[in-house]
């Protein structure tokens, strides 16, 4: 079992920045993937950024150049660098850690999730 601890979401003014870590735990073999999905009041969850453990990233066109996901695969932690912050960013950012449980059997697991909201 993985346990997902997240972190940094805050009230922010437009044009400002916001950090946020998820840091993974538990029973596992290894992290193949880990990824911040987002999802704004009446609308669908989307992966915002996504990074593979051997450092391959994966951005919506709508956070390009200003978001920014890195990892510390050492301590099974991700974190997502948000800046030019605009109110349509405003949602509940969630992280998903792609795992290996066993050798054999990979599994999804989700993050409760944080809040980022964005004042014009």
């Known amino acids: 079992q993985v346990g997902l601890v997240e972190s940094g979401g805050d009230l922010v003014q437009a044009g400002g920045s916001l950090r946020l870590s998820c840091a993974a735990s538990?029973?596992?073999?290894?992290?193949?993937?880990m990824a911040w999905h987002r999802q704004a009041p009446g609308k669908q969850r989307e992966l915002a950024a996504a990074i593979t453990s051997d450092g391959r990233t994966n951005y919506a066109d709508s956070v390009k150049g200003r978001f920014t996901i890195a990892s510390d695969n050492a301590n099974n932690t991700a974190y997502l660098q948000m800046n030019s912050l605009n109110p349509e960013d405003t949602a509940v950012y969630s992280c998903?850690?792609?795992?290996?449980?066993?050798?054999?059997?990979?599994?999804?697991?989700w993050g409760q999730g944080t809040q980022v909201t964005v004042s014009s």
């Open positions: 998903l850690t792609r795992a290996w449980a066993t050798r054999w059997e990979r599994r999804d697991y």
């Open positions: 538990g029973s596992f073999f290894s992290i193949d993937s």
